[in-house]
């Protein structure tokens, strides 16, 4: 994941420069929400290379996501509040990322509750069936989330271009 992030960010960093953030940030948010569909699809029989393939596609589309994201971002500011929409960008990351796991490890326990018939609040040995039952919910609520904010980024890109005409 950070390999193909490494790789895949500055190109889409200098791709946004040339065609436009809105459209990266929109595949981006695509193929993350595709790589976690298919993550959702995986179960204790799964190949590992197929697991990496579908890791790879969700690490494609964050590296070309995030740059272009952040330069959309910042472009949206007058240079004397460029600290300040930093600072706001970062927080708001933050944010997401503690709530996002807050979200998916409740999701992950309740669906394994349910799964079991019983209050879970750790992995059960010799239950993955039950593990991938919670994971399998949290991969497509997160699919969905993800493909929700493709849908209002490609909002933003067609009512962009409806604006220039």
């Not at 193929?31 to 959702?40: A, E, P």
């Not at 971002?73 to 300040?84: N, P, Q, T």
């Not at 990322?97 to 799964?115: D, K, P, Q, R």
């Not at 079991?116 to 399998?136: C, H, L, Q």
Request: proline share 2%; glycine share 8%; charged share 15%.
């Amino acid at each position: 994941y950070p390999l193909l992030l490494t790789i895949a960010a500055p190109i889409s960093g200098t791709l946004s420069d040339k065609i436009g953030s809105e459209i990266l940030t929109f595949i981006g948010l695509m193929l993350i929400s595709f790589g976690l569909f298919l993550m959702s699809t995986l179960n204790t029989d799964s190949n590992v290379l197929i697991m990496l393939v579908f890791i790879a596609i969700m690490s494609i589309g964050m590296g070309l996501f995030q740059s272009p994201n952040n330069s959309l971002i910042m472009s949206k500011v007058s240079k004397d509040k460029l600290g300040i929409a930093g600072s706001v960008n970062a927080l708001v990351r933050n944010l997401g990322m503690v709530c996002g796991i807050a979200l998916a490890t409740t999701l992950l326990y309740t669906m394994m509750s349910f799964e079991i018939g019983e209050r879970v609040t750790d992995y059960v040995p010799g239950r993955s069936d039950a593990f991938i039952y919670g994971m399998k919910a949290v991969y497509v609520t997160a699919a969905v989330i993800s493909f929700i904010g493709a849908l209002l980024t490609l909002y933003r890109l067609t009512r962009k271009k409806a604006n220039k005409n």
